[in-house]
């Protein structure tokens, strides 16, 4: 069956830098896109990043532009969420969200277009 599996998640300060990894594994990873998603504290399910099944193409939510960057292996089954310059609004459990259709891929999508997600993993920025 399909696992996701996030880690990574830690305390930092503001500044500082983190990286989560999702390993994936029961389905063919290459014919899919992967998004992290994240919860801040008595929030809701927000987007924020995006990459295409291929790997080439990426979208991120305006406030984390220049600061994050998702990437995947295609060949380890891994995507990758590397967040730099990290702010207090940074704190929340992160996800990683498999989309539910081969090959669908765009910016600010719908929570309805992922069909499996991992158990998350808890990000605090706080000095």
């Known amino acids: 069956q399909v696992q996701l599996v996030e880690s990574g998640g830690g305390l930092v300060e503001p500044g500082g830098s983190l990286r989560l990894s999702c390993a994936a594994s029961g389905f063919v990873f290459t014919d899919y896109a992967m998004s992290w998603v994240r919860q801040a504290p008595g929030k809701g399910l927000e987007w924020v990043a995006g990459v295409n099944n291929g790997g080439a193409n990426k979208y991120y939510v305006t406030f984390v532009k220049g600061r994050f960057t998702i990437s995947r292996d295609n060949v380890k089954n891994m995507v990758y969420l590397q967040m730099n310059n990290l702010k207090p609004s940074d704190t929340a459990v992160y996800y990683c969200?498999?989309?539910?259709?081969?090959?669908?891929?765009?910016?600010?999508?719908?929570?309805?277009?992922?069909?499996?997600w991992g158990h998350g993993t808890q990000v605090t920025v706080s000095s």
């Open positions: 969200a498999k989309w539910t259709t081969r090959g669908r891929f765009y910016s600010n999508p719908s929570l309805d277009e992922y069909d499996h």
